[in-house]
């Protein structure tokens, strides 16, 4: 979104929009509306003085644009889906409450297809300006896109320990790739067991039990660790 409001062109409609609400006794407050009352009040009025200029046959070129057209025709201009509620409501908070942060909007999450799997992935798209605490700040986004995906871990209940289990599960695989035997090693210590031992201390409250789980919980994911 910061591409939309930095362009000179958006800046230019955007001037002549609020030109226009003012001319008809309309205008938006500097710095937007203080709350929805206020603004429902607005829009009431819009329409009221929208109505009474059509009944009274105005030219449609001197009627006042709606707020909601407006917006989807300049999101379609630039490029964005105006089904897409991030960015109708990033509009309409810039637009009419005087929202301008651009953090979450500094990157992107897509869905492309792999034409070797045909399958659809998950991608980050970031920018030039992108940094990474806004990607870390706004994660919440990434996590609403997995969410959709078949495969996601925190559909019914939320992977809570995901870092514990990772580094257990790292930390399993590389004893086994180590081993000639599976189940134990010159000590008796099966994987799961010598791993739970060097855990232990680090996880307080870590059981056996939870490192088999863990194990096979991240097994699942496929991950190259």
């Not at 002549?16 to 429902?40: A, M, R, S, T």
């Amino acid at each position: 979104m910061a591409k939309l409001t930095r362009n000179a062109v958006f800046k230019a409609k955007l001037k002549k929009l609020l030109e226009n609400y003012e001319e008809i006794g309309c205008p938006i407050p500097v710095g937007g509306f203080k709350n929805h009352d206020q603004h429902i009040k607005w829009l009431n009025t819009l329409f009221d003085k929208h109505d009474k200029m059509e009944r009274a046959n105005v030219d449609d070129k001197f009627l006042p644009p709606i707020i909601g057209y407006w917006r989807d025709d300049i999101l379609i201009e630039f490029g964005f889906d105006p089904k897409n509620s991030k960015y109708t409501d990033f509009l309409d908070s810039y637009i009419l409450f005087g929202k301008k942060n651009l953090e979450e909007y500094s990157f992107e999450t897509r869905w492309i297809r792999n034409t070797e799997t045909d399958k659809m992935e998950l991608f980050i798209h970031v920018y030039p300006y992108t940094k990474r605490e806004h990607v870390s700040k706004y994660w919440k986004n990434v996590v609403k896109e997995q969410e959709h995906m078949p495969e996601y871990i925190g559909k019914n209940k939320r992977w809570e320990t995901f870092d514990r289990d990772l580094e257990i599960y790292t930390a399993y695989e590389k004893l086994r790739s180590g081993r000639t035997e599976k189940r134990a090693d010159s000590s008796g210590q099966s994987l799961d067991t010598q791993v739970w031992g060097e855990m232990k201390n680090k996880y307080k409250k870590l059981k056996l039990g939870d490192v088999r789980r863990a194990v096979s919980r991240v097994a699942k994911l496929d991950l190259k660790v």
